[in-house]
């Protein structure tokens, strides 16, 4: 399955943008879609995840101000982010986990988020 991401972009501190990312093929109900962010010279790190039954977790840095969503007669996750501060400014990637499929991870291409001060 390929994940396409798209919605990066450079957006001023308090700004908003949304991420979209959609996947190739159908997607079982029993997956987790999520979204990572990683700077140049860090580690990866979780943003937030809806799974199956829509459980959804967020990263303590973007509760409260980030809303992720699932479409799945679209097969499509959002990132809405709002209040964006520049520790924001990262590569944002979707991740697909579908722990029947052999393999059961999957990760799109990155979009770039930039904030300016």
């Known amino acids: 399955v390929q994940l396409q991401a798209s919605g990066g972009g450079l957006v001023q501190a308090g700004g908003s943008l949304r991420l979209s990312c959609a996947a190739s093929?159908?997607?079982?109900?029993?997956?987790?879609m999520a979204w990572y962010r990683q700077v140049t010279g860090k580690q990866r790190e979780l943003v937030a995840v809806?799974?199956?039954?829509?459980?959804?977790r967020y990263a303590d840095s973007v509760k409260g101000r980030f809303t992720i969503t699932r479409d799945n007669s679209k097969n499509t996750v959002y990132l809405q982010m709002n209040s964006l501060k520049p520790e924001d400014t990262a590569v944002y990637y979707c991740?697909?986990?579908?722990?029947?499929?052999?393999?059961?991870?999957?990760w799109g291409q990155g979009t770039q988020v930039t904030v300016s001060s």
């Open positions: 991740n697909l986990f579908v722990a029947s499929w052999d393999p059961s991870d999957y």
């Open positions: 093929r159908n997607i079982p109900s029993l997956s987790a």
């Open positions: 809806v799974a199956s039954g829509q459980r959804i």
